[in-house]
């Protein structure tokens, strides 16, 4: 399909460098500087064969990718099974685990289907999502427990009121914030190119800390029904308290963290990373403790402090969304001014309306899959713009730029009957 805006493809004088289209920083996420601005390619099926930018970009050197670290997280995760699982069943016993973790799938897909919803239209490769669940039900989890020890010998021995205060409002945060939010600077070295900004902190981060919640919440349910002489009102008491009033609390704490981390992963820079992940974890160490700080006014807090912040973090992330989005629709606009979409298609493929109207439509003609599909391998092409734009690892960039421009046709003629 042609453009309607002839664009810097669509002749022999493309846009000289430095150059920065008025409108291509629409939104503070993911600006560019001059210097790092470059045309989209031409379409050749619309443009002179010499002119198609494609044809004159030098191959890259390429990364192992993300199985170095898939191997190597799942060694890791295997081995924190090796101590995480005895350490449950030793406090829950075998009908207390059993019964804890069926209950801790309720509260954990709801966080999962927040992240799904979040990440719905430029989703973070699966394998990925596996990874920081598993670190965040596993790894973190073992790190805590490894690390508790030390802690326990800095706590107050004067009475167990004090040395129990210590370890939930001093050593819980500090711990397993730190432990959680490792998981994100692995991530971010290892797999920068799929955690580029504010959005994938945020859906990784919960990704964590729903995995981590997950196996403490078979602690907390198990450890009801093993110990307590009424199981099933502990049970039911704990669960609201855990399940339904605050399924998102650990989300929240790690979630701030992830946010920093990803604007810091705009700079593309590991210094950046590893600053950006010591000042995260002090907001979530912080909102840590104050959770776990609540006593006898705890429901008074809860409603008067803990609830705003969840409706702010709420809205927060519409922000984000929002902002994202229009980040998204100038780049395809980009690629529409070297005919490869149409405006119209932009507006379909870029906003939430559009992206509506375009499923409704395909859905009563049975192709609302490959629309999804259309759609996201066009936001992924506008995030992959995003990544050349940054100025760092170009060629590489323009490489997995060119293999999306070559699926669009293909994914362009499945939607049409």
């Given at each position: 399909?042609?453009?309607?805006h002839?664009?810097?493809?669509?002749?022999?004088q493309?846009y000289p460098r430095?150059?920065?289209e008025p409108?291509a920083n629409?939104?503070?996420?993911?600006?560019?500087?001059?210097g790092?601005?470059?045309?989209?390619?031409g379409?050749p099926?619309?443009?002179p064969q010499q002119?198609w930018?494609?044809?004159?970009?030098p191959?890259?050197?390429?990364t192992?990718?993300?199985?170095?670290?898939?191997?190597a997280?799942?060694?890791?995760?295997l081995g924190?099974l090796?101590?995480?699982?005895?350490?449950l069943l030793?406090?829950t016993g075998v009908?207390g685990f059993?019964?804890?973790?069926?209950?801790?799938?309720?509260?954990?897909?709801?966080?999962?289907?927040?992240?799904r919803?979040i990440d719905?239209?430029?989703?973070e490769?699966k394998r990925?999502l596996?990874?920081?669940f598993?670190?965040?039900?596993?790894v973190?989890?073992a790190?805590?427990?490894l690390?508790?020890p030390?802690?326990?010998?800095?706590?107050?021995?004067?009475?167990?009121e004090?040395?129990?205060y210590?370890?939930?409002?001093?050593?819980?945060?500090?711990?397993?914030?730190f432990?959680?939010?490792?998981g994100?600077?692995?991530?971010?070295v290892a797999?920068?190119?799929?955690?580029?900004?504010?959005?994938d902190?945020?859906?990784?981060?919960?990704?964590?800390?729903?995995g981590?919640?997950?196996?403490?919440?078979?602690l907390?349910?198990?450890r009801?029904?093993a110990?307590s002489?009424?199981p099933?009102t502990?049970?039911?008491?704990?669960?609201?308290?855990?399940g339904?009033?605050?399924p998102?609390?650990?989300?929240?704490?790690?979630?701030?963290?992830g946010?920093i981390?990803?604007?810091?992963?705009?700079?593309?820079?590991?210094?950046?990373?590893?600053?950006?992940?010591?000042?995260?974890l002090?907001?979530?160490?912080?909102?840590?403790?104050?959770?776990?700080?609540?006593?006898?006014?705890?429901l008074?807090?809860?409603f008067v402090?803990q609830?705003?912040?969840?409706l702010?973090?709420?809205?927060?992330?519409?922000?984000?969304?929002?902002?994202?989005g229009?980040?998204?629709?100038?780049r395809?606009?980009e690629?529409?001014?070297?005919?490869?979409?149409?405006?119209?298609?932009?507006?379909?493929?870029?906003?939430?309306?559009g992206?509506r109207?375009a499923?409704r439509?395909?859905?009563?003609?049975?192709r609302?899959?490959?629309?999804?599909?259309f759609?996201?391998?066009a936001?992924?092409?506008?995030?992959?713009?995003?990544?050349?734009?940054?100025g760092?690892?170009?060629?590489?960039?323009?490489?997995d730029?060119?293999e999306?421009?070559?699926g669009?046709p293909?994914?362009?003629?499945?939607?049409?009957?």
């Amino acid at each position: 399909m042609t453009s309607n805006h002839p664009g810097p493809g669509s002749g022999h004088q493309p846009y000289p460098r430095p150059y920065l289209e008025p409108s291509a920083n629409p939104t503070w996420i993911g600006r560019i500087q001059p210097g790092n601005y470059q045309p989209a390619p031409g379409n050749p099926s619309q443009l002179p064969q010499q002119t198609w930018a494609g044809s004159q970009v030098p191959r890259g050197r390429r990364t192992p990718g993300t199985l170095p670290l898939l191997i190597a997280g799942g060694v890791l995760a295997l081995g924190s099974l090796l101590l995480v699982v005895p350490f449950l069943l030793g406090n829950t016993g075998v009908t207390g685990f059993v019964i804890g973790f069926i209950a801790s799938l309720i509260p954990l897909s709801v966080v999962l289907l927040t992240v799904r919803l979040i990440d719905r239209w430029e989703p973070e490769p699966k394998r990925l999502l596996w990874f920081a669940f598993t670190w965040g039900a596993a790894v973190s989890i073992a790190g805590t427990l490894l690390i508790q020890p030390v802690f326990a010998l800095a706590a107050p021995t004067t009475s167990e009121e004090a040395f129990t205060y210590f370890m939930a409002t001093v050593q819980a945060p500090i711990v397993e914030e730190f432990t959680k939010s490792l998981g994100l600077l692995v991530l971010i070295v290892a797999a920068r190119k799929y955690f580029d900004g504010p959005v994938d902190g945020v859906v990784f981060a919960f990704t964590i800390a729903a995995g981590f919640a997950f196996t403490e919440n078979i602690l907390y349910f198990g450890r009801e029904i093993a110990s307590s002489t009424d199981p099933g009102t502990d049970l039911v008491r704990i669960f609201i308290l855990r399940g339904v009033m605050s399924p998102f609390a650990h989300a929240l704490f790690t979630g701030t963290t992830g946010l920093i981390m990803g604007f810091a992963a705009r700079r593309w820079h590991t210094g950046y990373a590893v600053l950006a992940f010591f000042v995260g974890l002090l907001p979530a160490m912080f909102l840590h403790n104050r959770w776990n700080s609540m006593g006898q006014d705890f429901l008074v807090d809860y409603f008067v402090v803990q609830v705003p912040i969840f409706l702010a973090a709420a809205l927060g992330i519409i922000f984000l969304r929002v902002a994202e989005g229009k980040l998204t629709r100038q780049r395809l606009l980009e690629y529409a001014r070297a005919g490869w979409f149409t405006p119209a298609e932009v507006d379909m493929l870029a906003t939430s309306q559009g992206r509506r109207q375009a499923i409704r439509w395909a859905t009563s003609r049975g192709r609302a899959h490959q629309m999804r599909s259309f759609i996201k391998g066009a936001t992924a092409l506008a995030f992959t713009r995003q990544r050349i734009l940054s100025g760092r690892d170009v060629h590489v960039h323009q490489q997995d730029e060119l293999e999306h421009l070559r699926g669009i046709p293909v994914l362009r003629a499945a939607v049409l009957p």
